[in-house]
């Protein structure tokens, strides 16, 4: 079974700043079955970045994904207010079947 | 435009069973699409569930695979989940959500609002 251990557990930083958010795999994995999302209270989660790098429909260009193998990061260029949420990053393996998501990052205002 | 909404009971008791249903619109649920479960205990991180295809083939979360079934029906363009003898530790706001996973890429595009359970007597 892949674990995705994320850190840092609480990032805290000011509007303007850039954020850089970790996701680190237990084994090599498919850059193709990761993805992040960003999740904030009393919503549903929110799809921003798949196969690692895709931006998806909709998700301003400050958000954009990299790595492969064991080390993926979600960087937030330029964060805006709306920024500040939850980030969790995600995995499916293929053999056997089954999904996993990592701990999840808290972008909090400083 | 794609919609899921989950419908269930908000309270369940201990060792009694949860069933949840997602209603899919915009969308058929026949579609190449698996279609999934996942949770959120309070104040912890997502759990996924597992999920189910339009034919009700099935990938279960091995940690809840022993009390977690899934259907789906196809007149009903909905499908839903049970999962037996809960307990306090099942307490979560529970999300449906549709994977893309084609051409070798998995991924949750549309989400659900998501709906808490609570167990409790």
């Known amino acids: 079974e892949i674990v995705l251990t994320q850190s840092p557990g609480t990032l805290s930083l000011s509007p303007g700043e850039r954020a850089t958010l970790s996701c680190r795999a237990s084994q090599s994995v498919s850059s193709s079955y990761s993805a992040w999302y960003q999740l904030k209270p009393g919503q549903a989660p929110r799809l921003l970045i798949y196969g690692a790098s895709s931006r998806a429909t909709g998700i301003p260009d400050r958000f954009s994904g990299s790595g492969s193998g064991t080390d993926f990061t979600l960087t937030i260029s330029r964060l805006e207010p709306e920024d500040f949420a939850v980030y969790y990053c995600q995995h499916y393996g293929s053999s056997p079947p089954g999904l996993t998501f990592g701990g999840g990052t808290r972008v909090e205002i400083k | 435009q794609v919609q899921l909404q989950e419908s269930g009971p908000g309270l369940v008791k201990p060792s009694a069973t949860l069933s949840l249903t997602c209603a899919v619109s915009g969308a058929s649920i026949s579609s190449n699409n698996w279609w999934s479960w996942v949770r959120q205990p309070p104040g912890k991180g997502l759990e996924w569930i597992g999920e189910?295809?339009?034919?009700?083939?099935?990938n279960y979360n091995p940690s809840l695979k022993s009390r977690v079934t899934m259907s789906v029906d196809t007149s009903k363009n909905h499908f839903s989940l049970t999962l037996t003898s809960v307990t306090a530790a099942d307490t979560a706001v529970y999300y449906c959500?549709?994977?893309?996973?084609?051409?070798?890429?998995?991924?949750?595009?549309?989400w659900g609002q998501g709906t808490l359970v609570t167990v409790s007597s």
């Open positions: 189910i295809s339009h034919i009700g083939n099935t």
């Open positions: 959500a549709r994977a893309y996973a084609i051409l070798g890429i998995y991924y949750f595009d549309y």
